[in-house]
Structure formats: C-alpha cells, structure tokens
C-alpha cells in the first residue's frame, strides 16, 4: 500500500475521443509523475509536475498534458486519442529530492 | 535508454534464495542503484536502493560491487508471491531539479518462483 491512488481503474475509449485520468499522490508527496507501460513493455515517462507546473517531460507529444493542484493530486490529459494510446498509465509520487518514488496501480485505457 | 543490463528471465524453488544479478558498467559516482518489481497487471513496487554499500531490509538486500559496474538483488526466501518482473534502475538520488520522478526502466528481469 503505497498511498498513491489513481482513477478509474479501467476505462474504453475511441479513437478521436479525449481522456482524463486522475492521482492522489501520497502524504507529503509534493511531487508527481506519469507513466505510460504498453503491453510487454517497460513503463515510460511521460512528464512530471512541481508546484502545479509541468518540470520535466519524456518523448511525448503535446497531446498528452497534465495538472497538478494545490493539494498535490494531478490528472493527466490525452487529446486526439490513438490506438496506441491504449497502455497502462501510472501515477507515482515522491518529494521533490526523489528520495523514493512510489507508484499507484495504474489506470487500464483502451482505444478501441 | 535503459543504462542496466538484465538477464530476460530466472527461475527460483520456492524457499530458496533468489539472485537477480543487473549489469550498469556505465553508471556515474552520484548515481544510485534502484530495485522495483512488478506483478502482473500491478504498478511497480519499490524494493531497495543504494549507493555503494551493501543494503538490507525486510524484503530484501542489495548487493553491490566494489567497481559498482554490477550489483545482486537478494530475496532471502523465495514465495510463490514473489513471481514477477523486477527492474534494475539506476539514477540520480536527491536531484534537486527536473526529473527528479524519472525513472528509466529496461526490460526487466521475469522471475519465476516454483513449487
């Protein structure tokens, strides 16, 4: 039990659509980041958040933006939804020296 | 890209030790080494990390190289609850910048513990 929770758990989307997925980051966490992990594949970051603005980002597109609020829970947003985009997305949470990062159980998107 | 290198796959006898060795020739002096696993269909959970010294906690110990290019992942006894994919991650600890919640993870090592 990590203390990192995400929602929903499982979700089905089409092609074109828009998606919002949403964490609560673990007591003290003031900083939180994202995940995409494609079947038989490793998790990939996508970008983190610091004091509700985006520091940090891996090889994504635009497409894929985020929040962070003031009580450190963040979403993630994914426009123009692809069929790739289907994936596992994780949440994590750590302080921002990263002493450990722990993640949540993920949200399961399918595009269909 | 991943800066570990880890066998794909493993086998254990349930009770027995298990030793997930990871390969990280290239790692630098203010770079740690990280342990997570994975069950399936589960988010990563974080086993163990360190520097230079040898490290022990309740799930496991950590064993490190005296050169650091290499280290072992140590389950004392092996449960059947232990099959999973475990992640060798190196990475900068207390970065105080971006990035700080990054992590790279390769492809992992598949360990499977058997009756």
């Known amino acids: 039990e990590t203390g990192v929770t995400q929602s929903p758990t499982h979700l089905i989307k089409t092609r074109g659509q828009q998606v919002t997925l949403r964490c609560s980051s673990q007591s003290g966490h003031n900083t939180v980041s994202w995940y995409q992990q494609a079947l038989g594949q490793g998790p990939q970051f996508i970008f983190q958040?610091?004091?509700?603005?985006?520091?940090g980002r891996g090889n994504f597109p635009p497409r894929f933006s985020g929040l962070q609020f003031p009580n450190y829970s963040s979403e993630l947003n994914v426009n123009a939804l692809e069929l790739d985009d289907s994936a596992l997305y994780l949440c994590a949470s750590s302080d921002l020296g990263g002493n450990t990062i722990y993640f949540g159980e993920g949200s399961w998107l399918t595009v269909v | 890209d991943a800066k570990t290198t880890q066998p794909p796959s493993m086998d254990c006898a349930e009770g027995r030790a298990a030793n997930l060795p990871c390969n990280h020739s290239t790692i630098s002096g203010n770079e740690y080494v990280y342990w997570y696993r994975q069950i399936h269909s589960q988010g990563p959970q974080y086993i163990i990390h360190?520097?230079?010294n040898n490290e022990t906690n309740e799930m496991a110990s950590l064993i490190i190289t005296e050169d650091r290019k290499s280290s072992t992942l140590i389950l004392p006894h092996a449960t059947l609850r232990d099959t999973a994919v475990y992640y060798c991650?190196?990475?900068?600890?207390?970065?105080?910048?971006?990035?700080?919640?990054?992590?790279?993870f390769g492809q992992g090592t598949t360990l499977q513990v058997k009756p």
């Open positions: 360190g520097l230079k």
């Open positions: 958040y610091y004091r509700e603005e985006e520091n």
């Open positions: 991650i190196v990475r900068v600890f207390r970065q105080w910048a971006s990035n700080t919640g990054k992590l790279i």
